[in-house]
């Protein structure tokens, strides 16, 4: 674990030697989320906590229950994002959930504090779920850092930000990129950044930037596109209000996926429109594990199981009427039926004009040692 310089508390108490990690170092980690037994799934639960003091802790628990390998938060303080400009024009936006009146408001409700983080990681890795974050301010690269997560996840809109980019790579973890709103130039020059500062531990997940985006804009043929594209991992964040989506992205190559997570219709949540909650996650984790089963391999395999079918569903060629040894057979000797333990039906060429050497009663399979 990194040296943490903050001495508040919370930090202090993360410190603890006695502090229970139960999570793998992550040095490891990237071949977890590439891994070849089941995709790896985020519950990103964003600012559906609401700013309330509970409700982050049961998201994590519902995620955990659901099957959800990771939690994904948003770190940022209410002034990160927008300028006063914004603020000014919107201080009449509300949010769903929510009675505060202004996008100021409703960020400052909305944010997490530092010591809220720590607090966070450190229930994450009691219970035995990873703890991750989207970084919207510069500084919450480094807390994350100190917080050790085993990977940074880059949201679509700071794919340009090239100087953040080269910051998060130096500090040799793993991240998880989206690409929404993104052309292949933009995709193209963050990913050269970040293996220029030697980090090509890069996850590339397709998004789109609408929320929620029709059926139309999903997309899902760009999963395939990432893969060939840049020859590395890819994965799916999805914005849409169903399970189906993320599932058909793993046959097509995506070994992340990412959700939107909220704890249930009937409570409060800002990003209900693109949220599931814990019954559908739930699902979409148990479907997805079957499903990367399922995805098998890209050659064509005949496994030994299979095999053994043939016996039984194939055909083979029988007679068609009782012959006798030393009989010519012909075309209208024979015919095909199962089982498919006796000469094979494509071997009729073979078999037709050649002796038999031995009597042969109808329909009884003929087998090579029959004929001369």
């Known amino acids: 674990m990194r040296v943490i310089t903050d001495t508040s508390p919370l930090f202090t108490r993360y410190l603890n030697p006695n502090y229970p990690n139960c999570l793998m170092e992550n040095t490891n980690f990237f071949e977890k989320l590439t891994n070849k037994t089941e995709p790896f799934i985020i519950a990103e639960i964003g600012s559906n906590h609401m700013g309330e003091t509970g409700i982050p802790k049961e998201l994590i628990d519902a995620a955990k229950e659901a099957g959800c390998h990771c939690v994904k938060f948003q770190s940022w303080a209410w002034n990160d994002i927008n300028s006063k400009v914004l603020f000014e024009k919107r201080k009449d936006y509300t949010a769903p959930g929510l009675t505060e009146v202004g996008l100021e408001a409703v960020n400052k409700k909305c944010q997490l504090t530092k010591e809220q ?11 035995g779920i990873y703890f991750a974050s989207s970084p919207f301010g510069e500084q919450w690269i480094d807390i994350l850092d100190e917080l050790d997560v085993p990977f940074y996840k880059i949201g679509s809109m700071e794919v340009t930000n090239l100087d953040w980019l080269r910051k998060i790579a130096k500090k040799g973890r ?3 990129m989206s690409t929404g709103m993104c052309e292949l ?6 990913v050269e950044i970040m293996k220029e500062e030697g980090n090509d531990q890069i996850v590339l997940l397709h998004c789109v930037a609408l929320y929620p985006p029709g059926d139309e804009f999903i997309n899902l043929e760009q999963i395939r596109w990432l893969k060939n594209t840049f020859n590395l991992p890819v994965g799916f964040s999805d914005h849409s209000k169903t399970i189906e989506f993320p599932l058909a992205s793993i046959a097509l190559g995506a070994s992340v996926i990412e959700k939107h997570f909220m704890l249930s219709e009937e409570r409060p949540c800002r990003e209900k429109k693109v949220s599931i909650t814990k019954e559908e996650m739930t699902r979409l984790c148990e479907y997805a594990k079957r499903m990367y089963i399922a995805k098998g391999t890209y050659y064509k395999v005949v496994s030994v199981e299979e095999k053994a079918k043939r016996v039984k ?22 015919i095909y039926k199962r089982p498919g333990n006796g000469i094979p039906c494509f071997e009729s060429k073979a078999v037709i004009g050649r002796k038999l050497n031995r009597n042969i009663p109808y329909d009884e399979v003929i087998k090579w040692e ?3």
């Open 185 to 190: 130039s933009e995709i193209s020059r963050a």
């Open 313 to 334: 569903m194939r055909r083979s060629i029988l007679t068609t009427k009782d012959l006798p040894a030393g009989h010519v057979i012909s075309r209208a000797d024979i």
């Open 117 to 127: 983080h720590v607090e966070l990681k450190q229930y994450c890795d009691e219970i």
């Open 174 to 176: 793993p991240i998880i």
């Open 370 to 372: 029959d004929i001369e």
